[in-house]
């Protein structure tokens, strides 16, 4: 059975730091990008970053660029996203989500990207950042 748990989410204050951690099971993990990808009441879902556990390479929207990491521990199948100078428009439903490193790949860019399908999709986790 796929599973991917998000957890880390929670309450902060504007400036303040958070890590989303999301651990996989059920499938090769080995052979999938991962995607953080958050949702706002009345917005649209966006893709923040993305990683490529065959190659490590990443994605970052241009709103978490610099403030946002993601890193992948291959060894426990768990990606990470560490949330530096939090801002109040950042509050969201964090979702992380898996998808083939090959069916996910930007082919000009070489690196994976959070606007193709990805199959697999946790349940979610609130990240909340009080002004």
């Known amino acids: 059975e796929v599973q991917l748990v998000e957890s880390g989410g929670g309450l902060v204050q504007a400036g303040g730091s958070l890590r989303l951690s999301c651990a996989a099971s059920?499938?090769?993990?080995?052979?999938?990008?991962i995607g953080w990808f958050r949702q706002a009441p009345g917005k649209e879902r966006e893709g923040v970053s993305c990683?490529?556990?065959?190659?490590?390479?990443?994605y970052y929207a241009d709103s978490v660029k610099g403030r946002f990491t993601i890193s992948s521990d291959n060894a426990k199948n768990t990606v990470y996203l560490q949330m530096n100078s939090l801002k109040p428009e950042d509050t969201a439903v964090y979702y992380c989500?898996?998808?083939?490193?090959?069916?996910?790949?930007?082919?000009?860019?070489?690196?994976?990207?959070?606007?193709?399908?990805?199959?697999?999709w946790g349940q979610g986790t609130q990240v909340t950042v009080s002004s």
């Open positions: 990683i490529s556990s065959n190659d490590g390479s990443t």
């Open positions: 059920g499938f090769t993990f080995d052979d999938y990008a």
């Open positions: 989500a898996a998808g083939p490193y090959w069916v996910v790949l930007d082919t000009t860019l070489h690196r994976c990207d959070p606007s193709y399908e990805y199959d697999y």
